[in-house]
């Protein structure tokens, strides 16, 4: 494996509305080992392969895996930020931005107790 493995994470490429699949690839390249290990997961998508391109948001053109698929990616290539560690960080700082925006019904209700 590439000795510098901080940079390595699948990213969410994406969204086809049509089928409600999400895409997502390498943040970087990989060596030749490393792909061998994952190409039965990876897919060269174009635009063509898409039903209709006006449902779908991101890119359309390079090499995907679908998100079913992430997890044993992870695995294979010891990714250490996850897809599902990333979500729990994000969802952290959501709750963490929720709890310091005062909440409207609150403020509501405050003015009509008086």
């Not at 997961?41 to 698929?69: H, I």
Request: overall charge positive.
């Amino acid at each position: 494996m590439i000795s510098d493995e901080s940079g390595l994470r699948l990213r969410l490429s994406t969204i086809d509305c049509n089928t409600s699949t999400k895409y997502y690839q390498l943040t970087r390249k990989i060596n030749d080992r490393q792909k061998e290990k994952i190409k039965q997961f990876f897919k060269y998508y174009t635009p063509d392969k898409f039903d209709d391109l006006s449902k779908v948001a991101g890119k359309t053109r390079g090499w995907m895996c679908k998100s079913e698929d992430l997890e044993e990616i992870e695995k294979i290539l010891a990714i250490t930020e996850t897809h599902e560690k990333q979500n729990k960080i994000m969802e952290s700082m959501k709750r963490k931005t929720s709890d310091k925006i005062p909440n409207l019904y609150d403020n509501l209700e405050l003015s009509f107790s008086k």
